[in-house]
């Protein structure tokens, strides 16, 4: 009975409301900010990934063009270097090593108008005087 009664009275009722509105602005303006807060921590992050994308991509890029290209190139000088060598080499001798034969074959070196041509066979050898007279 002595608590319905202060519960009841109306002065409790008005000190209920007032602490009701002065909560609910606090609350309300902390939701705010925590929303507030977390839409700049997704946004801040979003944009720090997408900058480390673009470095790692840059940095992808150099990478690919400092040591790669300057490898495939080294390469492709030693590959040429070597069937330039090769040319040196009498066809009498060429006709007669298997392995050199099988190479030149499966080589472009001697393609001609972007067809590949096998050249070099064992029963064929006057096929090489077209591209090395004696």
């Not at 673009?54 to 490898?71: D, E, K, Q, R, T």
């Not at 069937?83 to 499966?106: C, E, G, Y």
Request: aromatic share 14%.
């Amino acid at each position: 009975a002595v608590i319905n009664g202060i519960l009841g009275d109306s002065h409790f009722y008005d000190l209920e409301l007032i602490a009701f509105d002065i909560c609910e602005s606090s609350f309300r303006y902390l939701i705010d900010e925590m929303i507030g807060s977390f839409e700049d921590k997704y946004y801040t992050e979003t944009t720090r990934r997408v900058v480390l994308f673009v470095i790692y991509l840059i940095a992808l890029i150099l990478v690919f063009l400092g040591l790669w290209m300057p490898f495939v190139s080294k390469l492709n000088k030693e590959i040429w270097r070597t069937k330039s060598m090769l040319t040196l080499i009498p066809i009498d001798v060429i006709l007669q090593i298997k392995s050199v034969q099988k190479f030149l074959n499966n080589q472009s070196f001697f393609a001609t108008k972007g067809k590949h041509q096998q050249i070099l066979t064992v029963n064929k050898p006057i096929v090489l005087q077209k591209y090395f007279p004696l």
